[in-house]
Nanobody, 124 residues
């Protein structure tokens, strides 16, 4: 059974940092791309970053380039999203998701396994 479990969210002041973690199980880690999505209040969920760790390919939405960094620890089957210089508009529920792909990861419509989501709230 594919499982994705997010952790590391919370309340943080603007300008601060957070590292979100996504622990994956139930599938061969190298065979899947992992993506991070955000859903702000009243908005649709959107892909913000992804990684195909078997080939080291990463992708970032334009809105987060320079502030978000995605990485993976294959030994732990875990993907991280480091978020720096947090802004109030980063407030959202963040989800990690997976889809079977060893190469490109940035077609965010293809993700079909989802974590439960984790809240990130940025105060001004």
């Amino acid at each position: 059974e594919v499982q994705l479990v997010e952790s590391g969210g919370g309340l943080v002041q603007a300008g601060g940092s957070l590292r979100l973690s996504c622990a994956a199980s139930g599938f061969t880690f190298d065979d899947y791309a992992i993506g991070w999505f955000s859903q702000a209040p009243g908005k649709e969920r959107e892909g913000v970053s992804c990684i195909s760790h078997s080939v080291g390919y990463t992708h970032y939405a334009d809105s987060v380039k320079g502030r978000f960094t995605i990485s993976s620890d294959n030994a732990k089957n875990t993907v991280y999203l480091q978020i720096n210089s947090l802004k109030p508009e980063d407030t959202a529920v963040y989800y990690c998701a997976a889809h079977r792909s060893r190469f490109y990861c940035s077609n965010y419509e293809l993700y079909d396994y989802w974590g439960q989501g984790i809240q990130v709230t940025v105060s001004s």
